[in-house]
């Protein structure tokens, strides 16, 4: 029987599932985390929700990782999440479990390539992305007269885009200061001179 009087503790509020919520989308929508919602729902089965279900929704999260590295013998929600969203685009990482096998695996190295990124396997801060995920980088930059911003894509280096942009390395580097040009990320803002 589905829990229609739930009392959320402090730091959450109710929420009546309705058709279509998951954990994930509700995560998005409130600006949380799966595994917040979890740990806020203790006894509650996150792939057995009821329409009407009462479960509680965090209202502060504590700053998690959001894009955990995964790899092979990974476990946990960050892993049932990932075949989830492989799934969703396609990609067969075997059954839902949450254990990060040989099937979990080729399904990551498959979509990598088909993405255009590294395929190793291992779901980092570029493959979080690619699959749709805010890995909480940072907002994008108020870019400074004379200059526009720019998403980073696969493939991009600051050499490319100099020369796609008709300016220097040197003059991308000095209108964003701390960037890493060895560890660009997709997904990331930064600034052109014009």
Known sequence: MPNTQQRCGPGTFPYVIRSGDTYYNLAIRYNTTVDAIIRANPGVDPNRLFIGQVICIPTATPPPQPCPTLRIGSRGASVIELQRLLLAHGFN????????????????????????????????????????????????????????????????????????FNTTVEAIMRINPGIDPNNLQIGQVICIPR
């Open 93 to 164: 990482p075997g059954p839902i479990d949450g254990i990060f096998g040989n099937q979990t695996q080729a399904a990551v190295m498959a979509f990598q390539r088909s993405r255009g990124l590294v395929v190793d396997g291992i779901v980092g801060i570029q493959t979080w992305t690619a699959l749709g995920v805010n890995c909480g980088t940072p907002p994008p930059p108020t870019c400074p007269p004379g200059s526009q911003p720019y998403t980073i894509r696969a493939g991009d280096t600051l050499y490319t885009l100099a020369i796609r």
